[in-house]
Each structure stands twice: as structure tokens, then as C-alpha cells.
């Protein structure tokens, strides 16, 4: 069963807005999308039907990315890196309101931490992190942003993040990858639908 | 079929965590039991060979066949349990991973003994040692 999700994808790289590429991303799937400019940052705006929101957002970079050389995805918005006003906006709060709550001062206390800038006054927070905070500690409804949409920006950064590192760094990486990688193979294999299925196929005596 | 709520839930305290990881263990090491007789590598544990012999959902096939068959079948939830386990012996399991892990094995058991997940545990022999 399919969906059709909306999401902005920032990109990066050579002008999307000539004829060849325009009709390049249309040609390659991408007629689902209106490309604009804003304060020189290239963006995509998708209607894109698919199985998931994950699934829609992996496949219009892998689309964006094979129609125009060169170009490259940075950013699936709204970004997950949200400063005080955003969650403010987001929340149906007053700035001070969330900056009494941020700092203990107001509500139940432990505000998850500042995810950047942390030593600054523009700190800027995991919005997957405060979305859950505010349901948790305050049963609060706030818009957790879809399923995916984290996973999609870290595999964005990861892989912006590893061309300059070093070879016992990418060592590293590696390692908790691989970490990560078997951790998501578990959960796929035990996931009910995934046994549910093996349990059909168990029943049938020609399984073998 | 939804996701059991578990499956997504942190545990509440230390002692819950303990419990779950000597669920796992027990769970497991029954796995294990079948797993070595269905490799040929041991013989089949008395508590399986009864659970072997009974009518499953009108199947003609001798234990073996059987045993064979669930091998077959599930080679890669067995795998992955496994693998579990062994991060399990290291204290390698976040509580997501661990509550998957005892979800899969109570599952695989449940599959086996052809009875609900929740009957599992009283139907296994106590672990020895």
C-alpha cells in the first residue's frame, strides 16, 4: 500500500534549473517535484508516492542524484536540528515558555541536552529528542515529523562526513557500522510481519 | 498484526532489564539445544523429542523431518538469535535489541512447540546448571 508523503530535499552542485537538467529529473522520475532557489540553497519540493516516508525520500535522492552530475543532496527538510523559536512555532508555545522549560526552571525538568552550538546562545536541539520530551514529561501532541525522517538525515551526514577522515577513523566508522547494521538486521528479523510471514510459510508442509 | 508496544519500549528499571537478559538466556540455550540436533551435532533434548512426536496442523512427517524442516525454514531467525546471544554473553544488547532478541526466541519456541508466545516459558524444562 502506498502513500503520497511530501518533503523538501536541499541540493547541492551544479544549476538545476536549466532546461537539460529540468528535463533530466523529469525524465528520470522526478515529475513529481518543483525546483526552486532561495538565498543560493537549491531545493526540491516532492509529492512522492511510496511505500513509506523513508522509502519516498531514499528514492528521490538516488533519483535526483543519478538525473544531474554532480549534484548531491544535503539536507531532507524540515531539518531535525530545530533552535528555541522553532520549537516555540512547533509547539504552540510562547519562546519564553520553552526557554523556562529548556532550563529546568518550568515543567518536570530533563530537557533533552542541546544537540549543537552547545556553548552558544543559538543552541539548536534533536526535534525527534524535544518532540518526545513534550509527549513524555508534559502529554503534550506535538508533530513527531514522520517515521524515517532522522534516519534519512544521518545516512545524509554520514556520508558527507567520512571523505576527510583518516584511515584509523574510517576504521572506526566502520566498526559502528557494522554495529549499527546488525542491530537493524535483528530488529527486521524479529519485527512480527517478518515472522508472521516465516510462521505462513512454516504451516505449509512443502517448505522444505 | 501491530507491533507489541515492548518492542519499543526502554525498560523501566535495572531489575526489569536483568530479568528479560536471563529470559534470553534460558530461551536461548534451548535454541541452542535444537539448533546442535538439528545440525546433527547433538542428540534431540527428551523435552523436544515428546514435542517432535505430536500432529502439528496435520503434517505427516517423522521428527526429523521435522527438525529438519524448522532448520530450513527459519536458518535466518536462528542466526540472528545467535548472534544476539553472543552480544548478549558481552553485554552488548541496547534495551531495544534485547527486548527484539527475547521477542524472536519466545516466537521461534512458540513456532516449534506450536503453542502462543506466552505458554512458551511454562512448557521448557528448567534450564540445568
Known sequence: ?208 | MPTPPELNEEFRSQAERTAAQAELRRLGYHLREVMTAADGAGSVPPWLTDELRKPLRGHVESPGERLARYRNVFADELQALDDALVSADNNQLDDYSLRAARYLARRLLATLLDCPSSEVTHRLPARPG
Open chain 1, 1 to 208: 500500500m502506498t502513500e503520497t508523503y511530501e518533503f523538501t530535499l536541499l541540493v547541492a552542485g551544479p544549476d538545476l534549473q536549466t532546461d537539460e537538467a529540468l528535463n533530466s529529473l523529469a525524465e528520470t522520475g522526478c515529475d513529481d517535484a518543483t525546483v526552486g532557489s532561495s538565498g543560493g540553497v537549491q531545493y526540491m519540493d516532492f509529492d512522492r508516492e511510496a511505500s513509506s516516508y523513508l522509502a519516498a525520500v531514499l528514492s528521490a535522492i538516488k533519483d535526483v542524484e543519478a538525473a544531474v552530475p554532480g549534484a548531491r543532496v544535503v539536507r531532507v527538510l524540515p531539518d531535525e536540528y530545530v533552535s528555541l523559536a522553532e520549537i516555540a512555532e512547533r509547539t504552540h508555545r510562547t519562546r519564553e515558555s520553552v526557554r523556562l522549560l529548556s532550563i529546568g526552571e518550568r515543567g518536570p525538568g530533563r530537557f533533552p541536552p542541546p544537540a549543537a552550538r552547545e556553548a552558544e546562545r543559538n543552541k539548536l536541539w534533536r526535534w525527534t529528542e524535544v518532540a518526545a520530551w513534550f509527549a513524555d514529561a508534559l502529554e503534550d501532541e506535538v508533530p513527531l515529523g514522520p517515521p524515517g525522517h532522522a534516519a534519512a538525515n544521518a545516512i545524509l551526514d554520514l556520508r558527507s562526513s567520512t571523505s576527510d577522515l583518516g584511515l584509523t577513523d574510517l576504521a572506526l566508522v566502520r566498526r559502528e557500522l557494522a554495529s549499527i547494521l546488525h542491530r537493524v538486521r535483528l530488529m527486521e528479523i524479529a519485527s512480527p510481519a517478518s515472522l508472521d510471514a516465516k510462521d505462513a510459510r512454516w504451516s505449509h508442509a512443502d517448505s522444505a
